[in-house]
């Protein structure tokens, strides 16, 4: 459930929409979440990646989706072309974002092999 709600709750109109904002909105939303992580034993750094993740898709999707806006005026061209272009890679990343929810371990393998990070 939680997944499916980040990427919207990521693009609100106003102050949000901006990096800014979205850094906003994760550092409101964590201290409310973090109890609950704990008291359902979820482990708070792969917690941690599957949020940004999810806001990371928000930033590419509509009603917003700032780095279109961001794609298209770099290179000079129309909204609708890059938003036609980014779709496969959108849709990869809803695919990735699935996964690392499903395998936990995926996301948490890199820093426990570095010895960054003891579950």
Do not use: C, H
């Given at each position: 459930?939680?997944?499916?709600?980040?990427?919207?709750?990521?693009?609100?109109?106003?102050?949000?929409?901006?990096?800014?904002?979205?850094?906003?909105?994760?550092?409101?939303?964590?201290?409310?979440?973090?109890?609950?992580?704990?008291?359902f034993k979820i482990d708070p750094l792969w917690?941690?990646?599957?949020?940004?993740?999810?806001?990371?898709?928000?930033?590419?999707?509509?009603?917003?989706?700032?780095?279109?806006?961001?794609?298209?005026?770099?290179?000079?061209?129309?909204?609708?072309?890059?938003?036609?272009?980014?779709?496969?890679?959108?849709?990869?990343?809803?695919?990735?974002?699935?996964?690392?929810?499903?395998?936990?371990?995926?996301?948490?393998?890199?820093?426990?092999?570095?010895?960054?990070?003891?579950?």
């Amino acid at each position: 459930m939680n997944n499916s709600l980040i990427p919207v709750k990521g693009q609100p109109k106003g102050p949000a929409t901006t990096v800014g904002g979205k850094l906003f909105l994760a550092a409101s939303l964590m201290p409310i979440l973090i109890p609950v992580l704990a008291a359902f034993k979820i482990d708070p750094l792969w917690y941690g990646v599957i949020f940004i993740s999810a806001l990371a898709i928000g930033q590419a999707t509509p009603p917003v989706g700032v780095n279109r806006f961001t794609a298209a005026n770099l290179i000079r061209g129309d909204i609708d072309a890059v938003a036609k272009e980014a779709i496969p890679f959108v849709i990869v990343d809803v695919i990735v974002l699935i996964i690392l929810s499903l395998l936990p371990v995926l996301s948490l393998y890199l820093p426990v092999r570095a010895g960054l990070y003891t579950p």
